[in-house]
């Protein structure tokens, strides 16, 4: 089953403008995580949040965490072509595996 | 060893037929995961390895499927008697104890059933 919700599922925005996109999940974690998959293709590993941490900085990605909420935020600033991609967050439940959730679907247009 | 390696990257099988697909994680890493992915969902967990111990299973994976991972290095994720359902991409991910769950993915298997 899912555990993570993003928001929104589809994004449009031009070359150069900031994409943000959320991410709700169900029951408490031990850390979150970003990922970026490129159409029909692996996935690749953005950023990790601890439940203890409220916001983590990566180059032009950043994350905060509302573990009160029990959401997530990704900013990615100064977006380019190459920022393409379906982005999902994925949380550790302390069980030793990620449950995704649907993904959100972010096409820069430049 | 640049990174986690799926073989074959895509298949396609008449349905009734078996299939396996192989994944060879990043050489140090001990612990190996099996997910399954469907067009416009997150990918789902199936099972995953701790060296060559298959630690835990979801019930998403039915007794068609079996995984091995016989040396705790390269694994296989078998499918028996394919079914139209189990069209998906089925992607291999390892990680490291001690470095928590962050996950290094292969470029997945995509399997069509006809």
């Known amino acids: 089953s899912q555990q993570g919700e993003e928001d929104p599922q589809a994004l449009s925005i031009q070359e150069g403008e900031n994409a943000t996109m959320n991410c709700s999940y169900k029951?408490?974690?031990?850390?979150l995580q970003w990922y970026r998959q490129n159409s029909g293709r692996g996935l690749v590993h953005l950023i990790l949040?601890?439940?203890?941490?409220r916001e983590k900085h990566s180059g032009r990605l950043r994350v905060t965490l509302d573990t009160s909420k029990k959401s997530s935020s990704l900013l990615i600033t100064a977006s380019r072509a190459a920022d393409t991609a379906s982005y999902f967050c994925a949380t550790d439940l302390g069980d030793q595996k990620l449950t995704f959730g649907t993904g959100t679907r972010l096409t820069i247009i430049p | 060893d640049t990174g986690v390696s799926q073989d074959p990257r895509h298949k396609i099988t008449k349905r009734g037929q078996n299939v396996t697909f192989r994944c060879d994680p990043i050489?140090?890493?001990?612990?190996l995961y099996w997910y399954r992915q469907t067009l416009g969902q997150g990918p789902e967990f199936l099972t995953y390895?701790?060296?060559?111990?298959?630690?835990?299973k979801s019930r998403l994976l039915s007794d068609r499927f079996s995984a091995e991972r016989p040396k705790g290095s390269f694994s296989t994720l078998e499918i028996q008697r394919t079914e139209q359902g189990d069209s998906a991409m089925y992607l291999c991910?390892?990680?490291?104890?001690?470095?928590?769950?962050?996950?290094?993915f292969g470029q997945g298997t995509r399997l069509t059933v006809v």
């Open positions: 029951t408490s974690i031990n850390n």
């Open positions: 390895f701790q060296n060559e111990a298959q630690l835990e």
């Open positions: 949040i601890r439940s203890n941490e």
């Open positions: 991910a390892s990680s490291l104890v001690g470095r928590g769950t962050e996950a290094f």
């Open positions: 050489s140090e890493h001990n612990r």
